[in-house]
C-alpha cells in the first residue's frame, strides 16, 4: 500500500503526462541498440551439436574411388539432357533409378499465378532400408534448376550416384528419398504438399509411391558442368518459408562435418569472406534477418521447414581445390549421422540468429528488441488514450475484451487504494475526467455514450479491411502488369490520407471532432503494438522491420504549423509501404517486378503470408497516420 | 503360372505329409529378381493328442507345450518380423502370406474359456509366459493393444469338439526382433540348429535380410474321419536376401568401391574412357552357394527326418530348368526333380555338410511370377501433432476377378478415428465397395479401437480408404524415453475371402506401421506447473475470499498511521502495548 | 417501444446475417473453428458430436467410447438434422437461433433491473445502467460469442439455458426457471451450482411481486425438489433413449475425472499432464472442492445482489473449471455489462483487459508454434492459458471489490467517496 500511495503521488506529476512520447523514443532506440550489440561476444555463443544421436563426422567416409567414375558418368548423362523436353528428362532420370533398382515415380505439377502458367514434373525415388520398416525416410534433393536459375549438372549428377552407392550399403534405419524437383522452390513445393496430401489435385499430381514421415531433407546445389569445377566453400542456406527456420543442430552437424572432417569451409547468408569482424557478423545477421522477415523460399529445402522437416541446402561456391567427392563425403557423412536418429530433431534451438558458421544468438538474447519496439507503440497509444480523455465510455467496452480502456489503468492502477476520492476531489487532469465520467454519463443515454469510441473502432477496422483490396490485386493481377499495379497503388495510397482527411472534416455537416482522430490514431497504435508483439514470436526478423519503419507512427501529431505538417508527411510518404517496397527493392539490387512476382507467386504457392502482414497490418496502421498528419492540413 | 502352381503344389506336399505324426523340415529357396533370394525353412512336428496331453513329448517342444496347456490355448500363433514384402518386385508372398506377421511381434491364440474374462486372464498368462520363453516383450501386450477379430481370422484346425473358444489377438509394432529372439526359436527344434537344414539359420545373415518373418503356428490335426487327432506346431523361417551383400565376408562388410578394373562399364557411350563409366546393369544371374549366402555350411540332414520319400527331401530350390544347379557334398545324396524340373528337390547326406553351387549364368527364359491378389499401402496425411488422416491405398491387379476381402485395423487409444469422416471410394465406380462394416471405439488408457471391414473391389480398380483421426495427449508418465520418436501404430491385416487358396491357412496381405507424433509436453517442468498454476488459483482465490470475509471501513477510522505495513506493525504493537498494560 | 423493438429487430438481423453469411463465404472456416482447442473441448466439440450422432443412427452406444462425452438429449436432435457435412445451412440456422434466444434472455435480465435494485438492496448508482438492447448487442457482437456460434460449439446450447434460468428468476418464473436450470446442470454440470444465488433471486423476485412473501423453507424445499424431479426426469429420459446408464460415466463422469487430457484455455489440462500418478485423484478433490467453494461464500456475502452471484459465477466457470472454452468467457464477459453502475469503482479493468487481449492474440500463435511449427513447446501454450486466466480472475475480483464498495455506499452514506480499507 505504501507502494502504491508512493506511486500515486509519483503519478500526480505533471512529467509523467509529458512522459510517453520520450518512453516510446527511448523504447525504439534501445531496441535497435540491443540489436547491435548482439554481434558482440558477451551476447552470442558458440554452436553446439545438442542431439547426442547425431555424432557428427564421427563414421569413416567411402565414397571416393571407382564412384568417381560413375560421377563423371552420370555428370555427362545429366548434361546431355540439359536442352531436351521434361518428358525426355524425366524418363531417362527414371530409367537411371530404376538400373539401381529403387522405386521411381514422376510427379506432374501445374500452377497458375498471376495468369501465367508454372508447369512441370519432379521425378522421385525411394530407397527403402533394408531394416527400415516404411516409418521414417529422409530426403536428399537435387533440384534440376538452381536459385540462380542455372542447371544443376553436377548436383543431380551427384544425387544419382549417391543414390547407387547408398543402395549397396544395410544399416539405413529409415528409408532415403531422392528428389529430382523441377525447379528450386515451386517444384519441391508441390511435392512436399502431395507427401502431406495437402495439395490441390487440380495443380499437383498426387504422389503414388510414399515412405514413412520425414526426418530430415538436404539439397545439393552444385551447377558445375560436365568437366567439373572445383570449389573453395560450402554455402549453407536455412531460411524457410515464412521465417521459419530449421533445427539448429542439423546446421550444426553440417558445420561440423564439411569443416571438421572434410575440412570445406562453411558460409553463410552470402558472406562469402567472412573474417569473422563486428562488422562481417552485424552484415550477417542482418542479411539474415532480411531474408528471414521476407519469408521468401530461399532454396529447395525451404519449403519442407514450414511442415516441421528440418532441412538445408548445401551449395558450393568460388574457386577452389574441393572436388564432388568431398562434397559426396559430406553428404554421406551427414546422412549417417541423419540415419542415427532416434527422435525427430527437437533437441536444440528453432529461433536463432546465426552471425557465421559457428555463432549464434538465441531467442532469449534478441526477442526484447522486437519486444521493445512493439511496446513503443502501446505506451503512445495509453498515452493517446488519456490525451483523448473521456475514459469512462472505455471501461464499457472491458466486457467484451476491447483494447480501448488504456486511460483508467493509468490512474486506477496507481491510487488503486482511493478509487473514491477521484470521484470527488478534483487533483490532477483525468482524475478530473474520470470525475467527469461518472457524473456526466447520467444524464447521457448510451447511445449518445458509445459513440465517440464506437465511430473511431468502426473507422479502424474499415481501413484495416481496406488493406484486403490491394492485397487481393496484388496476388491476382497478371504479371505483365504488376509494375503498373504498383505504380497506380503507390499513387493512391499517396493520396488516401489527404482523401480521408477531407472527408473527415468536409463530408459530414458536423465536422468530427478533433478527440475522435486521437481515438482514431490509438487504436490504430494499439493494434499496431498488438500485431508486431504477436508477430514477432511467429517472425521475428519480419516483426522489427515492419516495427522500425512504422516507428514514426507513434509521434505524428496533427499541428497547427504547415511546415510541421509537411516535414511530418514527406516522412510519411518515405516510409509508405508501398514506396518502401520500391526503395529497399532498388537498395537491395532486386527489380521490384520480380519482387512482386514472387510475392504473388509465395502468396499462391507457398502460402506466403508477409504480404498479409504488409497490407493488413502496416498499411492501414500508415493510412490512418498520415490521415491524421493531413488533417492538419485542413 | 505354372510357378504358382507349383507352388501350391508344394504347399500341399507339406501339409499332406504334415497331418501324420513325426517331425519334417524342408528348405525351399527362391531366387527372386534383382539378385535376391527366399530362403523360406518349415519345421513341423506333431505330437498326438493323448501323447499331448499326458505330456509326454518327443518332437513337440516340452516348455511350449506346457504353456500351452496352462492358457488352454488350442491354437496358437506367433510372428517376429522384420523389413516389407516387396510385393511389386517379388510377386506373391511365401504361403500367400499366412505364415507372415506385421512389423515387430503380432499373436493371435484361440483360448478355450467359460467366459470373456477367463478367457483374458488367460491371455494374458499365454503372453507373459511367451514374452519369458522368446526374451521378447510381449508381456506388454495389455488389454488396450488385444482385440477380438470378428472376421479376419479363422482357425486352421478343426475344433469340432472344443466349444467356446474365445480369439484374442494382439501386436507390438514397435518391437524390435533380432537375434534374441532366434535363439530361443532355434532352441524348440529336434535338431536345435545343430543338424538339417536349420544348420543354416545364422542370427548375422538373418537379420541383415531385407524381409524376413519368423513364425509359430499350433494347430490341431484330424485324419478325415476326424479321429486320431494330433497337435501340430509348425515353425516358419522366410527371408529374402540380398545375394550380393550377404555374400560380402563377415569380417569385411563394407561395401567399398569396387576397384576400377572390376567395374563394368557401358562401352557405347561417347564419353567412356579411363575416368569416366556408366555402370552396365548384370543381366546374368548372379552366382551363389549356400555357405557364402548364409554364411556356414548345411551340416548334413537332421536325423530325425523320414529316410525315403518326398519329405526326406528336405532342401529344395526353384530355378529356371536351364539354371545349373551342382550339389557339392563328400556324403551321398540324391536329386529329386518336380513340376517339370523347375523344382530340384535334395536328400541331404547324414553326417557330412552339404552346398548347393550356382555359377553366374546367362539365363534365355524365366519364370512367371505369380502376382498378389491385392497391393496394399497405407499412410499418414497431414502434419502437425493435433490430428490427422489415414489413407490406405488397395489395388486389385487381376484383369478377371473380383477380389473380397476383410480390413482389420487395430489402432492405439491414443489415436482416435472419426468414424463418420471414413470413405472409401473406387475408381472405376461409385459404388461403395464396404459390405460390412465392425467398430470398437477405442477407451481412453482401457482398450484400443478396432475396426473392421469386409470389402470387395472389382477387377483393376483401386480403393481408397481414409479417415480423420485426433491424436489425445498424454500424462507425462505415459510417454516412453524417446517421446519426441511418436508411436506405432500396428499394421493393418488384410484378408483375401475371394478366390480363396484351398487350404485353411487363407491369404493375408499387411502393410507397414506408422508413425504416429503424438504432442509431448515438456518432461522438465512438473515442478514448476504445479507451482504456476497454483499460483495463479490462489490468487484468484484469495483475492475473492479476502473481499469477502473482511469488511470496509472508512480509512480515517483505521488506527494512526495504518497505511501499508508500517501501520499494520504499529498497529499489532499498539494492540499488545495495551495487553501488557493491562 | 415501437422505436426500441425496431433497434432489437435491426440488431438481431444484423447478428443473424453475421452467423449464416460467414459460413456461406468461407465453406472452411467452421470447421476450422471447430477444431480449435479455444473454441472447442472434448466436452462441446462439434466434431466429437457427429460422431456420436453417427454411432447413434449406426445402432454403436457412443459412450462405449472415448470421442463422445456429451449428453444424450442431443443425439436424437441432432441426428434429425441433415448431414452438416453436406447441408450446414440447417445446423447453423439451429445455433443462430440459440444465439439470438440467449440474447433475448440477456435482455430479459436487464429488463428486470435486478442488476441493480432488487428486494433487499438498491445501488446508489442505479440510473448508471446500459439499454437492454445495448446489452445485448455486446453478447451478439461479442467475437467469442460468433466464434462459438460458427464452431458450433453446443456450449452455445448450455449458454442459452443458463441465461434462460436467469431471466426466468429475475422474473420470477419457477416453472421454466427450473426447467431452463436443469436443462443448463443436464448439459453441463457445473450449472447446477448457480441454483442457491438464483434461488434467492427468484425468492426476492417472487416477494417483490406479491406482497405476501412466502415462507423461505417451503419455498426452498419446494423448488429443490422441483428441480430434483427435472434432473431426473432427463437423467431417465436419457436413459430410456440410449438403453441404459452408461452415460453418465461417459458423459459427467469424464468431467469429473478429467480422463482426456486435450489442451485448452483452462488451468486443469497441463496441471493434470504434469501431475505424479499417486496425487491425481487429491489433486482432482481439490480442485472440484475449490470451484465449488465460491458458491456459499459469494452467495452469503451478496445474498443482497444474488444475481450478481450468479454472473461471478459464472465467472468462476470460465476459469476454474476442467473444460473452460472462450464460449464461457464470452458469456461471462457479456453479463458483466449489466453492471455497469460498477465500472466507477473497478480499479484493474485496464490491466484485465490488456492481459485478456493479449492471450488471445498470442494464444493461437503459440500454438501453432507448439502442435505445427513444432519450434515451441507445451509450455509457450500454457503460459498463455495462464495469463488468460489471471486476466479474467483479476475482473472477477475488481467487480466483486467494486460490487462490495457499492454496498457499503448504502450502508454508509457518509463514507461515499471516501477512502477506505478493509480491516
Known amino acids: 500500500m505504501a507502494l502504491l500511495s508512493s506511486i500515486l503521488a509519483l503519478r500526480r506529476h505533471p512529467a509523467l503526462i509529458k512522459l510517453p512520447p520520450y518512453l516510446s523514443a527511448f523504447c525504439i532506440v534501445v531496441g535497435i541498440a540491443w540489436l547491435l550489440i548482439l554481434p558482440l561476444n558477451e551476447y552470442s555463443r558458440r554452436t553446439y551439436v545438442s542431439e547426442n544421436a547425431l555424432l557428427p563426422g564421427q563414421v569413416h567416409t567411402y565414397f571416393t574411388g571407382s564412384e568417381h567414375d560413375v560421377f563423371r558418368a552420370y555428370r555427362h548423362e545429366v548434361h546431355a539432357l540439359i536442352d531436351r523436353p521434361v518428358e525426355e528428362r524425366s524418363k531417362a532420370l527414371e530409367s537411371i533409378f530404376l538400373e539401381q533398382n529403387l522405386k521411381v515415380s514422376t510427379q506432374k505439377y501445374n500452377y497458375t499465378v498471376s495468369n501465367t502458367t508454372i508447369a512441370s514434373e519432379n521425378v522421385y525415388a525411394i530407397l527403402q532400408g533394408p531394416r527400415a520398416d516404411a516409418t521414417e525416410a529422409l530426403v536428399l534433393i537435387g533440384a534440376w534448376k538452381n536459385m540462380d536459375d542455372e542447371v544443376n549438372n553436377s548436383g543431380v549428377a551427384l544425387v544419382l550416384t549417391l543414390a547407387r552407392y547408398f543402395k549397396r550399403w544395410s544399416l539405413w534405419s529409415k528409408d532415403i528419398i531422392f528428389l529430382i524437383s523441377a525447379d528450386s522452390t515451386i517444384g519441391p513445393q508441390a511435392w512436399v504438399d502431395a507427401y502431406h496430401n495437402e495439395h490441390n489435385e487440380e495443380e499437383v499430381e498426387s504422389l503414388k509411391i510414399k515412405s514413412g514421415a520425414l526426418q530430415g531433407a538436404v539439397a545439393i546445389d552444385y551447377p558445375a558442368g560436365p568437366w567439373g569445377h572445383r570449389y573453395d566453400k560450402l554455402h549453407i542456406v536455412y531460411d524457410g518459408v515464412n521465417g521459419q527456420l530449421p533445427n539448429l543442430d542439423l546446421f550444426n552437424t553440417a558445420v561440423a562435418i564439411a569443416d571438421g572432417q572434410m575440412g570445406i569451409q562453411c558460409v553463410i547468408q552470402r558472406m562469402f569472406n567472412h573474417d569473422d569482424t563486428y562488422k562481417e557478423r552485424l552484415m550477417t545477421m542482418l542479411r539474415g534477418m532480411i531474408s528471414q522477415g521476407l519469408g521468401h523460399a530461399t532454396g529447395p529445402h525451404s519449403s519442407f521447414i514450414p511442415y516441421h522437416v528440418d532441412a538445408i541446402t548445401l551449395s558450393t561456391v568460388g574457386d577452389g581445390w574441393h572436388d564432388e567427392m568431398t562434397l559426396g563425403r559430406t553428404v554421406e557423412s551427414l546422412f549417417r549421422s541423419l540415419n542415427n536418429l532416434l527422435e525427430h530433431l527437437h533437441q536444440s534451438f528453432f529461433f536463432y540468429l546465426l552471425l557465421q558458421s559457428k555463432r549464434f544468438v538465441s531467442i532469449g538474447t534478441y526477442l526484447p528488441s522486437a519486444m521493445l519496439i512493439a511496446v513503443n507503440f502501446s505506451i503512445t497509444a495509453l498515452a493517446l488514450w488519456v490525451k483523448s480523455g473521456k475514459p469512462a465510455e472505455g471501461e464499457e467496452k472491458i466486457a467484451s475484451t476491447n483494447p480501448e480502456p488504456s486511460k483508467p489503468a493509468t490512474d486506477d492502477k496507481s491510487n488503486s487504494t482511493s478509487p473514491a476520492t477521484d470521484t470527488k476531489s478534483p487533483p490532477a487532469t483525468e482524475i478530473v475526467k474520470l470525475g467527469d465520467a461518472v457524473t456526466i454519463v447520467p444524464q447521457s443515454s448510451t447511445t449518445t455514450l458509445e459513440r465517440p469510441l464506437l465511430l473511431p473502432a468502426l473507422l479502424v477496422l474499415t481501413s484495416h479491411a481496406i488493406g484486403l483490396v490491394p492485397l487481393y490485386y496484388f496476388n491476382t493481377h497478371p504479371s505483365t502488369h504488376l509494375r503498373a499495379l504498383h505504380l497506380t497503388a503507390a499513387n493512391a495510397s499517396s493520396i488516401l490520407p489527404f482523401v480521408f482527411a477531407w472527408t473527415g472534416y468536409y463530408a459530414p455537416d458536423t465536422p468530427i471532432p478533433t478527440q475522435t482522430f486521437t481515438l482514431i490514431q490509438c487504436f490504430s497504435l494499439l493494434g499496431l503494438g498488438l500485431g508486431l508483439a504477436a508477430l514477432a514470436t511467429l517472425n521475428f526478423s519480419l516483426s522489427i522491420i515492419i516495427g522500425v519503419l512504422s516507428a514514426p507512427l507513434s509521434f505524428v501529431r496533427r499541428t497547427e504549423s504547415n511546415a510541421l505538417n509537411i516535414l511530418q508527411l514527406g516522412l510519411l510518404a518515405v516510409l509508405n509501404p508501398v514506396m518502401v517496397a520500391q526503395w529497399s527493392s532498388h537498395y537491395l539490387g532486386a527489380d521490384l517486378a520480380e519482387v512482386l512476382r514472387l510475392a504473388a507467386v509465395g502468396w499462391r504457392v507457398w502460402g506466403l503470408w508477409t504480404q498479409v502482414v504488409v497490407w493488413v497490418v502496416w498499411f492501414p496502421a500508415w493510412v490512418v497516420g498520415g490521415t491524421i498528419v493531413a488533417g492538419g492540413m485542413f | 503360372m505354372l510357378s504358382s502352381l507349383l507352388f501350391l503344389l508344394l504347399n500341399a506336399v507339406i501339409t499332406c505329409v504334415a497331418a501324420s505324426t513325426g517331425y519334417h523340415e524342408r528348405l525351399f529357396l527362391r531366387p527372386l529378381p534383382q539378385g535376391s533370394l527366399l530362403a523360406s525353412f518349415n519345421f513341423v512336428s506333431n505330437e498326438t493328442q493323448e501323447a499331448f496331453e499326458q505330456q509326454n513329448f518327443r518332437y513337440f517342444p516340452r516348455s511350449f507345450g506346457q504353456i500351452l496347456q496352462h492358457a488352454h490355448a488350442r491354437e496358437l500363433h506367433l510372428r517376429f518380423s522384420v523389413g516389407r514384402w516387396d510385393a511389386e518386385d517379388w510377386g506373391e508372398r511365401p504361403w500367400n502370406g499366412a505364415r507372415e506377421g506385421g512389423t515387430g511381434v503380432e499373436l493371435w491364440a484361440w483360448v478355450e474359456a467359460d467366459n470373456e474374462d477367463e478367457a483374458f486372464a488367460r491371455w494374458l498368462t499365454l503372453t507373459n509366459a511367451l514374452s519369458g520363453l522368446f526374451c521378447a516383450s510381449m508381456n506388454f501386450i495389455d488389454a488396450t493393444k488385444t482385440i477380438r477379430p470378428v472376421m479376419a481370422f479363422a482357425p486352421e484346425g478343426p475344433h469340432g469338439n472344443v466349444a467356446n473358444l474365445h480369439l484374442l489377438h494382439g501386436t507390438l509394432p514397435h518391437e524390435v526382433v533380432c537375434t534374441e529372439n532366434l535363439t530361443p526359436f532355434l532352441k524348440l527344434l529336434p535338431c536345435k540348429g545343430k543338424a538339417g537344414i536349420s544348420s543354416l539359420l545364422d542370427g548375422h545373415k538373418l537379420f541383415d535380410a531385407s524381409f524376413q518373418t519368423m513364425a509359430i503356428d499350433v494347430r490341431p490335426v484330424c485324419d478325415g474321419a476326424g479321429t486320431d487327432c494330433s497337435v501340430e506346431m509348425e515353425q516358419t523361417v522366410d527371408m529374402v536376401l540380398n545375394v550380393a551383400r550377404s555374400k560380402r565376408p563377415q569380417n569385411n562388410p563394407i561395401p567399398r568401391p569396387l576397384p576400377i578394373d572390376q567395374l563394368e562399364c557401358d562401352t557405347s557411350k561417347p564419353y567412356n574412357s579411363g575416368d569416366s563409366c556408366y555402370p552396365l546393369k548384370k543381366s546374368t544371374e548372379p552366382s551363389w552357394t549356400l555357405e557364402e549366402v548364409f554364411g556356414r555350411p548345411l551340416k548334413g540332414a537332421c536325423p530325425l527326418t523320414e529316410e525315403t520319400g518326398d519329405a526326406a527331401h528336405t532342401a529344395c530350390i526353384q530355378t529356371e530348368p536351364e539354371r545349373t544347379v551342382n550339389a557339392n557334398t563328400t556324403g551321398e545324396y540324391t536329386e529329386m526333380k518336380v513340376g517339370s524340373d523347375t523344382i530340384r528337390c535334395y536328400k541331404l547326406p547324414t553326417g557330412s555338410d552339404f552346398d548347393l553351387v550356382l555359377p553366374e549364368q546367362q539365363l534365355t527364359t524365366g519364370l512367371v511370377r505369380p502376382s498378389p491378389p491385392l497391393f496394399a499401402a497405407r499412410s499418414i496425411n497431414g502434419h502437425g501433432q493435433e490430428r490427422g488422416s489415414t489413407q490406405s491405398i488397395i489395388r486389385n491387379p487381376s484383369t478377371t476377378n473380383t477380389v473380397e476381402f476383410v480390413y482389420l485395423e487395430s489402432l492405439p487409444w491414443f489415436m482416435k478415428p472419426y468414424l463418420h469422416t471414413l470413405r472409401a471410394r473406387l475408381d472405376t465406380t461409385s459404388a461403395s465397395p464396404i459390405k460390412e462394416t465392425y467398430y470398437r471405439p477405442a477407451i481412453d488408457r482401457k482398450r484400443g479401437t478396432h475396426l473392421e471391414l469386409l470389402m470387395t473391389i472389382p477387377p483393376n480398380s483401386t480403393l481408397t480408404l481414409t479417415y480423420d483421426f485426433e491424436k489425445a495427449i498424454l500424462r507425462y508418465t505415459e510417454y516412453p524415453p524417446d517421446a519426441n520418436r511418436g508411436f506405432d501404430a500396428a499394421p493393418a491385416v488384410i484378408r483375401v475371402l475371394s478366390p480363396n487358396t484351398g487350404d485353411r491357412k487363407g491369404m493375408y496381405i499387411r502393410t507397414t506401421s506408422l508413425l504416429l507424433p503424438l504432442p509431448t509436453p515438456d518432461f522438465s517442468m512438473p515442478y514448476n506447473v504445479i507451482i504456476l498454476t497454483s499460483t495463479v488459483m490462489a490468487l484468484g482465490f484469495g483475492n475473492i475470499f479476502n473481499l469477502l470475509v473482511r469488511r470496509f471501513v472508512g480509512a480515517d477510522e483505521v488506527p494512526v498511521g495504518a497505511g501499508g505495513l508500517k501501520g499494520l506493525v504499529m498497529g499489532k504493537v499498539g494492540r499488545l502495548r495495551a495487553l501488557v498494560g493491562m | ?423
Not at chain 3, 104 to 132: E, M, P
Request: hydrophobic share 50%; net charge neutral.
Open chain 3, 1 to 423: 417501444m415501437p422505436l426500441d423493438t425496431e433497434h432489437k429487430l435491426l440488431i438481431f438481423a444484423a447478428a443473424a446475417a453475421v452467423r449464416l453469411v460467414l459460413p456461406a463465404v468461407f465453406p472452411t472456416f467452421p470447421d476450422l473453428l471447430t477444431g480449435r482447442v479455444e473454441v472447442s473441448t472434448p466436452v462441446t466439440s462439434f466434431k466429437r458430436l457427429q460422431e456420436g450422432v453417427f454411432l447413434y443412427t449406426h445402432n454403436v452406444s457412443p459412450y462405449d467410447g472415448g470421442v463422445y462425452h456429451q449428453a444424450p438429449l442431443l443425439l436424437p436432435l441432432f441426428s434429425l438434422l441433415p448431414d452438416p457435412s453436406t447441408y450446414p445451412l440447417a445446423t447453423n440456422i439451429l445455433y443462430t437461433v440459440v444465439d439470438l434466444l440467449s440474447a433475448n434472455a440477456i435482455g430479459q435480465i436487464a429488463d428486470s433491473g435486478q442488476n441493480v435494485a432488487t428486494r433487499l438492496f438498491t445501488s446508489s448508482r442505479k440510473h448508471l445502467t446500459w439499454s437492454s438492447i445495448a446489452i445485448a448487442t455486446g453478447y451478439l457482437f461479442n467475437p467469442f460469442t460468433v466464434a462459438t456460434c460458427l464452431a458450433r460449439s453446443t456450449s452455445a446450447l448450455s449458454n442459452l439455458f443458463i441465461l434462460t434460468a436467469m431471466a426466468k428468476a429475475a422474473h420470477g418464473a419457477s416453472t421454466t426457471f427450473i426447467l431452463a436450470l436443469a436443462f443448463a446442470a443436464y448439459l453441463s454440470m457445473h450449472p447446477i451450482l448457480l441454483f442457491p444465488p438464483l434461488l434467492v433471486l427468484l425468492y426476492d423476485t417472487r416477494a417483490t411481486k406479491t406482497q405476501s412473501k412466502p415462507n423461505v423453507w417451503t419455498f426452498a424445499i419446494a423448488h429443490t425438489l422441483g428441480l430434483a424431479v427435472a434432473i431426473g426426469a432427463l437423467l431417465s429420459a436419457s436413459a430410456f433413449i440410449t438403453g441404459s446408464w452408461d452415460f453418465l460415466a461417459a458423459t459427467y463422469g469424464v468431467r469429473l475425472l478429467l480422463p482426456d487430457l486435450t489442451p485448452n484455455v483452462g488451468l486443469w489440462w497441463y496441471f493434470f499432464i504434469e501431475m505424479f500418478d499417486s496425487f491425481r485423484e487429491f489433486f482432482l478433490g481439490v480442485f472440484w472442492l475449490h470451484a465449488a467453494s465460491y458458491v456459499p461464500g459469494l452467495t452469503i456475502r451478496l445474498h443482497k445482489q444474488p444475481l450478481f452471484v450468479a454472473c461471478t459465477l459464472t465467472g468462476v466457470f470460465a476459469i476454474f473449471t476442467p473444460y473452460p472454452s472462450i464460449a464461457d468467457a464470452a458469456l461471462y464477459l457479456s453479463l458483466v455489462p449489466l453492471f455497469r453502475h460498477l465500472f466507477p469503482l473497478m480499479r484493474y479493468s485496464f490491466l484485465a483487459s490488456a492481459a485478456i487481449l493479449y492471450a488471445s492474440v498470442l494464444g493461437p500463435a503459440f500454438y501453432h508454434l507448439w502442435i505445427y511449427a513444432g519450434s515451441g513447446n507445451a509450455n509457450f501454450f500454457y503460459a498463455i492459458t495462464l495469463v488468460w486466466s489471471l486476466g479474467l480472475s483479476i475482473i472477477l475480483g475488481d467487480s466483486m471489490y467494486a460490487a462490495l464498495r457499492d454496498e457499503l455506499d448504502v450502508e454508509r452514506p457518509e463514507l461515499q467517496g471516501k477512502e477506505v480499507r478493509r480491516i
